[in-house]
Structures are given as structure tokens and as C-alpha cells.
């Protein structure tokens, strides 16, 4: 069961995070995805299933799956070459599972392995990240899908204003600074005197599939 969320979710995405209590809580109707289909979904379909259900919202991707259940999208998953705002570089046959959510109000039994199977199946990558967000996953999730732990991250931070949480990818000193700021003064001094103030979060567990074969 989740044990933190912030304000600014139960605020500005309130059906989400009531959602997501429901399904920790075994309240949600249950889809079993033995039942249902699989089909690589549109961009707008895409974009519009994740702001609606995703609590963190729509991220571009390059390969997306969604599970249908009598005609209806119920259920994504979508991935894409390694971020470089996590400091990362893309390379060939290296992907990052980007997003997973079902429909709110629903769990899709089975669902995520059945999605992130038929993504090997189709792509045989040789390797797959995802990052597990430490204030809400218990990483059950990553470990049914054959993920293994690699890497623990420290408590890091956003830039908040009105409610709204921003990613301090978008406030680097050298952006600031070419944008006309003081390069005298710190991020830190430039963001606090433009209003913002920081966030923490509770850091991050990164995971990882390797190909049969590639393993150290």
C-alpha cells in the first residue's frame, strides 16, 4: 500500500489518485487479460489515456501497446529510447519502459506482463529500464515482469509553483543564464526570487531486463 502522495496530486488530479487508493485497496473491477486483445495504439490515444489515467501524464514515446476489453482501451503500456533528462544516452536495442496505467476504476489482471511480452516478442530489445517512483510502488510490479534491481537513487527535487510541479531539467543553471538570468547567482537564489519553491521526493529505484545471453 502506498504510504506518501503530495498535495498537489489529490488536488489537481484527484480521480486519479482516489483510483489508485481503490486498486491498492482491491476495490477496482477486476479485467482479466486472457479475455482481452492487444493492438499497438495511435499518438492521440495514446496521449489522451495517459493524462486522463496516468498520474504523471502523457511523456512522447516510440512504441505503444494498449489491451482492449469489448472494444474498449483499458489498459497501456509504452516505451521509448533512454531519456536524456535522466542523464542517460540512447543507443541501439536499448529502451526505457516509459508509462503503464490501466483505466480508472479498473485492474487488469495479468495485464502488464501480457504487454510487456508482446513488446519483447515484437522488438527483442536487449535491454529494458524503468524507474520506480519510491512514494507510491512497492516494485512487485517490476520484479513480475522479470526486472531486476540495479541502482538506488537519492531524494531529488522539482520546482513548484501555483500548485503545479515542474522538472528541474527545464531550470538548469546554463538554460537560466541563456535565458538572461544573473550567472552570478545560484539556482537555487534565481528560481526562489522568480516565486518557486522546491519539492522533494522520497528518490527513485531504477530496474532493468537484459536479453537471454547478455547477462554479466
Known amino acids: 500500500f502506498p504510504s506518501h502522495d503530495r498535495e498537489d496530486n489529490w488536488i489537481l488530479k ?13 476495490m477496482s473491477n477486476r479485467i482479466y487479460a486472457r479475455k482481452c486483445s492487444i493492438l499497438q495504439i495511435s499518438p492521440k490515444d495514446e496521449r489522451e489515456f495517459l493524462n486522463s489515467n496516468h498520474i504523471q501524464g502523457y ?3 516510440k512504441i505503444k501497446f ?39 476504476g479498473y485492474t487488469v489482471i495479468g495485464g502488464a506482463s501480457k504487454l510487456f511480452n508482446k513488446f519483447i516478442e515484437k522488438y527483442n530489445p536487449d535491454s529494458v529500464i524503468s524507474y520506480q517512483d519510491n512514494s507510491w510502488y512497492t516494485g512487485n510490479l517490476y520484479q513480475n515482469l522479470g526486472l531486476h534491481l540495479i541502482e538506488k537513487s537519492k531524494p531529488n527535487y522539482y520546482w513548484c509553483k501555483s500548485n503545479i510541479r515542474y522538472h528541474r531539467f ?14 552570478n547567482k545560484t539556482e537555487d537564489v534565481i528560481m526562489t526570487e522568480r516565486g518557486y519553491y522546491k519539492l522533494w521526493d522520497f528518490g527513485n529505484l531504477k530496474w532493468e531486463y537484459k536479453k537471454k545471453g547478455l547477462d554479466i
Not at 70 to 79: G, P
Not at 170 to 183: M, P, S, T, V
Open 170 to 183: 527545464n531550470f538548469r543553471k546554463d538554460k537560466l543564464i541563456k535565458e538572461g538570468f544573473d550567472e
Open 66 to 104: 494498449g489491451i482492449y476489453y469489448n472494444s474498449e482501451l483499458v489498459s497501456i503500456m509504452t516505451f521509448g529510447s533512454k531519456r536524456k533528462s535522466l542523464g542517460q544516452k540512447a543507443k541501439e536495442g536499448e529502451y526505457e519502459l516509459l508509462r503503464f496505467c490501466n483505466k480508472l
Open 59 to 61: 511523456v512522447p514515446s
Open 14 to 26: 484527484k480521480e486519479i489518485t482516489k483510483s489508485r487508493i481503490s486498486n491498492a485497496l482491491g
